[in-house]
């Protein structure tokens, strides 16, 4: 199974887990889940932080 979709289930499951009742548990579920996505696709090495920082160094 690959790290995104572990991710994305461990949000998931943590956002249920920590989200048990409310007006606002979908949308805590869903930003959870997301969340988990992109730790998973981090692990996986399918996003690079730097880019999205606008850390990147320039060689001269």
């Known amino acids: 199974m690959k790290a995104s979709y572990v991710g994305l289930f461990t949000g998931l ?16 579920v869903a930003f959870l889940g997301g969340l988990g996505l992109f730790v998973g696709l981090v692990i996986e090495g399918q996003v690079d932080l730097n880019r999205l920082s606008g850390a990147e160094r320039s060689r001269r």
Do not use: H, P, Q, W
């Not at 499951?13 to 805590?28: M, Q, S």
């Open 13 to 28: 499951i943590l956002g249920i887990v920590a989200i048990l009742e409310g007006f606002l548990a979908f949308l805590g």
